[in-house]
């Protein structure tokens, strides 16, 4: 018998490497005693497959003979070490790249394998311990994607195996860890959870699971999950009953709540409540459950936990320093002639509470968690009504009221001010589409053309109404174009604008978070809206429908969100690049040719905004947004500036707002920013039709350039004027004066009045964080 060469490495190139190792192996195959041989190739793959992601894409690849002879080897070796690094090659495969090598293991037979495998390791005596230990380790993780797993396991005797290991290695931690990840995949299967428990493993589970301890940890956070899935069968649950054991849970859950103060083990606090929701599925259980006082331990345990000072823990659950403070408006100081929104509060936690929403209500899947949020709050007068709010209000009156004022104000010799009614709602509400662009300079005919041919901007907001600042980041954009600024003029000889500022108004009206009165969520509408149940939606997507068919396509569409955990302000964009790059691990992103072009707005307002932060930005386009505005006008519409801009309800942690609580003067800059950034596209996109005067095109380069130094009035706190914490909103149409004198400073020869360069205290009052 002539022996197998082995190819050189240096001579393969790592394609080549993989695929000619592959290749070897599946030729020792035939050759049984060839062991040497299988134990030096197995290891050679073991060490690619380590090393390289590229070396695990391409044997999981579709079409791929890689596994087949992975799992062919591994079912006819009798060599321990080449079944240790086959092993040792799944793991690897399996932990790298999610449920989809799982799923691919999985089609090629692996579960009856290592099924198969198990039952022959376990006739030795003693059982090898790593050899086990990996085989459970690779069964715990393929096991939830085997649909027939259960059935397979109980028919080749698996079971009786795991459970003996257990049994017989209680204080061997390091076999005992996988063994209980496998029991709790059994345990999934209804019949499997019934055999289990009739052969002790609910007494088992006791066992592991105990007081307060700093070890061994994981090891009872596995004991539980493998616990509270075995009494979710009835007899299971009924077992335990019939031994104490939902007094013996109800006492370890208040040892570790009253011993776990740093909040480290939160997992194991959970696993034992999930325990107890088991067994009171049952009446049986639930009876046990009153008569151990176990109302009264819950209810003493779930009140404000005590929270550490420092650590981790702390910054998950306190709100400040980095965080938010609610806002309240007090009657008595608005009778004081101090109507404002303040931002107030100490001791602020938000936590995760012990209620979930309805599977019924989440669409037959498991509920997310309820919030709690509790702080304190000492109220300055005596007998007063006080209103809180999650950020500054912004009402539908207060729109048609900043209309109102914006549309009497300009000059209509210099711009071109229209407010239709998009569509009425299903309260009978109307929904307000504005235009705005400049006026033509004379009826001649080329002047005319020009101002019918300038390319259109689209923007949208408040689809969710509890986002109100979105709406003071159209307030901002809105000012900004319709103020006597040069650039704004040269903003609207560019553009036309098409706006829905408030694209929800029954849910504004109504109060809602983020529906409408249809009690859907309109920004998971825009791929098949209806004219009857989501109006709004169905009339915007056919506005640029039309403008679409007419071609006439907007150059950018953006619509105005805000974002409850992120600081700063970012956009989402969409790049079928990026979101190929990151969704498919076989596709090689640098084959796909694209336009990079939807990067450019969001780079200009990184240098131009104080509060946009660019490396927030995400362009990858996820499924579950396919149904949002964005999304849709991206790929129906063709729009390829399609962007989501998100405006934080906190605060900032980068730029010259670091370290404050985001107000209303600086969520309208950024409107204004908004449309600084769009003329300077512009004039990037178009720098041969585009003509400013020089000096204030010198002067937007050094904008760019410097990062942006506009100084906002609204930045630093005068020598204790005024309280902390205090800002005045106005809702007014001319509340934003400063800014655009501000901007218009940044952007021509513009010198302010004596009576502009003297702010009042309030007007420069600024928002810190605590």
């Known amino acids: 018998m002539s022996k197998l060469k082995v ?35 197995t290891s050679k793959i073991l060490h690619l497959a380590q090393s390289q ?39 690897e495969l399996v932990s790298a790249g999610g449920g989809r090598r799982v799923s691919f293991l999985v089609t090629k037979g692996g579960s009856q394998i290592l099924l198969q495998l198990l039952m022959n390791a376990s006739k030795e005596s003693p059982p090898h311990e790593d050899l086990m230990v990996q085989i459970h380790s690779i069964l715990a993780k393929i096991g939830p994607k085997d649909k027939k797993f259960g059935v397979k396991a109980r028919i080749n005797g698996a079971l009786n195996i795991t459970l003996n290991l257990v049994k017989q290695n209680l204080q061997n931690h390091r ?208 007998d007063d009504v006080c209103y809180f709010a999650y950020h500054y209000p912004y009402t539908y009156s207060t729109l048609q009221m900043h209309l109102q004022k914006l549309e009497s104000a300009h000059n209509p010799q210099q711009i071109y001010f229209r407010k239709d009614v998009l569509c009425e709602t299903l309260s009978g509400n ?23 041919n300038r390319p259109y901007v689209f923007l949208s907001a408040r689809v969710h109404p509890g986002e109100t600042n979105a709406s003071w980041v159209m ?28 694209l929800n108004p029954d849910g504004v009206i109504n109060g809602n978070h983020r529906c409408s009165l249809s009690g859907e969520d309109l920004n998971r509408q ?23 068919a007419v071609k006439r396509l907007p150059l950018v569409y953006c619509d105005y969100h805000g974002h409850s955990r992120k600081k700063n302000v970012f956009m989402y964009g969409c790049s079928i690049k990026e979101t190929v790059w990151h969704t498919n691990d076989n596709a090689t992103s640098c084959d796909v040719v694209e336009d990079t072009g939807y990067r450019t707005l969001p780079k200009i307002l990184s240098h131009i905004a104080p509060a946009f932060c660019m490396s927030s930005c995400s362009f990858v386009v996820e499924k579950s947004k396919e149904s949002t505005a964005r999304v849709v006008v991206w790929r129906e519409i063709g729009v390829q500036r399609s962007y989501t801009m998100e405006s934080t309800l906190c605060g ?74 205090l800002e005045e909103v106005d809702y007014s149409a001319e509340s934003n004066d400063e800014l655009d004198i501000e901007l218009a400073e940044n952007v021509g020869d513009y010198e302010p009045s004596a009576q502009e360069e003297v702010l009042s205290d309030s007007e420069l009052s600024r928002t810190y964080l605590p």
Not at 25 to 31: D, S
Not at 333 to 341: G, S
Not at 497 to 502: A, G, L, N
Request: charged share 20%; proline share 5%.
């Open 652 to 725: 900032c942690d980068q730029g010259k707002y670091k370290g404050l609580q985001i107000g209303t003067r600086e969520l309208e800059e950024m409107g204004a920013k908004f449309c600084v950034g769009l003329l300077r596209l512009k004039r990037l996109t178009s720098p041969l039709e585009y003509n400013l005067p020089s000096s204030l095109l010198d002067f937007e380069n050094d904008l760019i350039e410097s990062s942006c130094k506009v100084t906002s009035p609204t930045t630093y706190v005068l020598d204790e004027d005024e309280p902390r914490f």
């Open 475 to 502: 307030k901002g954009t809105l000012e900004y174009l319709m103020s006597n600024n040069p650039t704004a003029q040269s903003l609207r000889e560019s553009y036309i604008f098409k706006i829905v500022p408030m």
């Open 7 to 41: 190819i050189p490495e240096k001579s393969l190139t790592n394609n080549s490497r993989i695929v000619g190792l592959l290749a070897q192996l599946e030729k020792i195959n035939a050759e049984p005693s060839e062991s040497d041989t299988a134990r030096y190739v």
């Open 430 to 452: 109307s929904c307000p589409l504005v235009t705005i662009t400049a006026m033509p300079e004379s009826n001649y005919y080329e002047h005319i053309c020009h101002f019918r």
């Open 175 to 382: 076999l005992v860890l996988p063994c209980l990840q496998l029991l709790r995949v059994y345990s999934a299967n209804s019949v499997n959870s019934v055999s289990l428990g009739k052969n002790g493993v609910v007494e088992l589970m006791f066992k592991i699971i105990g007081p307060f301890s700093k070890k061994n940890s994981s090891l009872i956070k596995v004991a539980l999950d493998t616990l509270a899935a075995l009494l979710k069968s009835k007899t299971n649950a009924r077992r335990a009953v019939d031994r104490g054991y939902v007094q013996v849970l109800l006492t370890i859950y208040v040892d570790w709540h009253r011993h776990d103060n740093r909040h480290r083990n939160m997992l194991i606090r959970k696993g034992i409540l999930q325990s107890l929701k088991s067994v009171t599925n049952i009446k049986l259980g639930r009876k046990a459950f009153i008569d151990a006082n176990g109302m009264k331990i819950l209810y003493n345990t779930s009140q404000l936990p005590v929270i550490p000072v420092t650590g981790p823990v702390a910054q998950l659950y306190s709100l400040p320093p980095e965080g938010m403070q609610p806002l309240m408006y007090s009657v008595q100081e608005a009778l004081n002639a101090r109507p404002w929104w303040i931002r107030m509060g100490t001791d602020i936690c938000y936590y995760k509470n012990h209620f979930s929403r309805s599977s019924v209500a989440a669409g037959g899947q498991k509920g997310k968690s309820y919030y709690t949020i509790t702080f304190t709050v000492n109220f300055p007068h005596k």
């Open 526 to 548: 825009w791929q098949s809206p209806s004219p009857d149940l989501h109006p709004t939606i169905y009339h915007a997507k056919g506005l640029l429908q039309y403008l679409a």
């Open 53 to 91: 992601e590229k070396t695990r894409r391409e044997m999981t690849a579709k079409g791929s003979t890689g596994m087949e002879i992975l799992l062919s080897t591994l079912e006819n070796t009798k060599d321990l070490q080449t079944t240790l690094n086959i092993l040792s090659i799944l793991v």
